[in-house]
């Protein structure tokens, strides 16, 4: 690609929008501070392709951090888009497409009895730990280090995504009074888990990502999400799954069917909007019914259930229910998995941790099972060979700190450019 025109009109408008927007962004990773360039400003996307204001191109890994399973513009999508906004963009009332979600969510996730649609994942967590704590009396809820659950004062903890790509633990604006409630944990270590069960009778939740996807990709050990749900049984507490980007992703029941794990409420996102901005909690009749206007735990929103939201995520989580999606998915991750893992330095300590439909390569000699594992990958390394890949017109999420997703629409061709352009950039880097 050529720099040059890049410069002009993307750093045009990143100059721009310094004056108006704080960094530049309206989301801290996008603005590529940790790779350390300024950002390429897109214009349109479709298929497995981005495409910049300057007319150049790239190979998608980031997928608007996860709802492109299907690619960009999936022409059923689209469709139900055009057919929805003839009929209007809002209404602040109920419509027959957010019923048609929620009977299609509960009849997809097992553990979803009942669900209620919100606009983002941070409102999807933050509303179900309210829920919890109503349900259980209790208040403490604990996370894990590294995983990210939206922007919520409870979960600026030790977080993955945004915090740890900038190197910041936790936020300021959060009150001491409500970061007491929150206990974070190392994710992959029942022992800790257990130690706070026993010296904490106030526990009211154990929220995470099921398989992590926010300090990078991070797999639970074997036994990590049953042990947990037995704890959080014995002790009368929920297990809330984050699966705002393994919900439909690494299969048509997410982490919890992959596992055969059974969360008592579970958070969707931007997944279930097919790019539109979309959220949602859910789970057992029994709790999901304290909720607003039937119960005490009070939650809303206008633009909940909007029905150009519904329909693009309707449309989307159909496409999705066919076992091909998930196949077509799997060969594609296990190309690039096989490719990358075949790279072969003496220099460049390479681990890959991949599942269906997202993978992350660190470079550090530890296998990755914990934030601090996760930690120890050599940011400078990921950062020279990002600004290989965006040369070589490939669009690799800015940061060590996320994964990357893989759609159904990224082609032989497309995968196998992608591995030699980390071969190439990791042969520079020795
Ligand atoms: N923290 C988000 C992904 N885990 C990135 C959001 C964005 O920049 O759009």
């Not at 957010?98 to 979803?112: F, G, H, P, Q, R």
């Not at 929150?182 to 398989?211: D, G, Q, R």
Request: contains cysteine; neutral net charge; charged residues 20%.
């Amino acid at each position: 690609m050529s720099e040059a025109v890049q410069i002009k009109k993307s750093h045009r408008l990143f100059e721009r929008a310094k004056q108006v927007i704080p960094g530049g962004v309206n989301s801290p990773v996008r603005s590529c501070l940790a790779v350390g360039i300024t950002p390429v400003f897109i214009k349109s996307a479709d298929g497995a392709y981005l495409y910049d204001v300057d007319g150049e191109s790239y190979i998608d890994y980031v997928g608007s951090w996860g709802p492109m399973i299907l690619g960009h513009k999936h022409p059923y999508v689209m469709e139900a888009l055009e057919h929805a906004i003839a009929h209007g963009t809002s209404f602040g009332a109920p419509c027959p497409a957010e019923v048609e979600m929620a009977e299609l969510i509960c009849k997809t996730i097992e553990s979803i009895e009942m669900v209620r649609m919100v606009n983002s994942g941070t409102e999807a967590t933050m509303s179900a730990i309210r829920l919890a704590r109503a349900y259980t009396n209790k208040s403490i809820v604990i996370k894990f280090d590294g995983c990210y659950h939206g922007h919520g004062d409870s979960f600026l903890i030790n977080a993955g995504s945004g915090l740890a790509t900038l190197g910041i633990a936790s936020s300021l604006g959060v009150p001491e009074a409500i970061a007491k409630l929150t206990i974070s944990l190392p994710y992959n270590n029942l022992e800790a888990v257990k130690t706070a069960f026993k010296e904490h009778k106030n526990i009211a939740a154990i929220i995470l990502e099921p398989i992590v996807g926010n300090a990078g990709l991070i797999l639970p050990k074997a036994k990590f999400l049953e042990g947990l749900r037995d704890l959080c049984t014995e002790n009368g507490a929920l297990l809330i799954f984050d699966e705002v980007m393994t919900g439909f992703r690494v299969s048509k029941g997410g982490a919890q069917e992959l596992y055969k794990i059974k969360p008592d409420l579970t958070c969707l996102g931007k997944i279930i909007g097919g790019g539109l901005p979309v959220g949602a909690y859910g789970g057992k009749k029994e709790i999901m019914e304290m909720i607003a206007p039937i119960g005490k735990v009070y939650q809303a929103g206008t633009l909940s259930g909007n029905p150009l939201a519904m329909a693009a995520g309707l449309a989307q989580l159909k496409l999705l229910q066919s076992p091909l999606t998930y196949k077509m998915l799997e060969s594609n991750t296990n190309r690039l998995t096989e490719g990358l893992k075949a790279i072969k330095s003496k220099k460049v300590p390479l681990q890959i941790a991949h599942t269906n439909g997202m993978i992350t390569v660190f470079f550090t000699k530890e296998p990755v099972t914990d934030f601090e594992s996760a930690k120890s990958s050599d940011t400078e390394m990921f950062a020279k060979v990002w600004r290989h890949l965006i040369k070589e017109g490939i669009y690799w999420p800015p940061s060590q700190f996320e994964a990357a997703f893989i759609s159904t629409v990224h082609s032989k061709h497309d995968i196998d450019k992608t591995i030699q352009a980390f071969e190439t950039a990791v042969a520079n880097l020795s």
